[in-house]
């Protein structure tokens, strides 16, 4: 089992920066993948960032070249934080941190945190 705790997150201004942390507690030795998904309202919820153990990272072509995803670990927990340059409103929506696990790849949700971003 792994619980995930996201903090970060609020509203800005178009063009403003936001970041977003999450923090992975309890069988981190099994996570292979961490990423934030997001869902606007209305729409179905969709990848931002992944990044795997190895520190590959694949992003959503409309985040590219203004998101930046790290991962780090202390102790036992693991961290997941993306940096959010130049918001757009259409940025606006539920941001939710996931972890893939290692052998049967269980999945993991945090409780979503809420980025809104003003014309």
């Known amino acids: 089992q792994v619980q995930l705790v996201e903090s970060g997150g609020g509203l800005v201004q178009a063009g403003g920066s936001l970041s977003l942390s999450c923090a992975a507690s309890?069988?981190?030795?099994?996570?292979?993948?961490m990423g934030w998904y997001r869902q606007a309202p209305g729409k179905q919820r969709e990848l931002v960032a992944t990044i795997t153990s190895g520190g590959n990272t694949n992003y959503a072509d409309s985040v590219k070249d203004r998101f930046t995803l790290s991962r780090a670990k202390v102790r036992n927990t693991a961290y997941l934080y993306l940096q959010m340059n130049s918001l757009k409103p259409e940025d606006t929506a539920v941001y939710h941190c996931?972890?893939?696990?290692?052998?049967?790849?269980?999945?993991?949700w945090g409780q979503g945190t809420q980025v809104t971003v003003s014309s």
């Open positions: 309890g069988s981190i030795f099994s996570i292979n993948v």
């Open positions: 996931n972890v893939l696990t290692t052998g049967v790849g269980a999945q993991y």
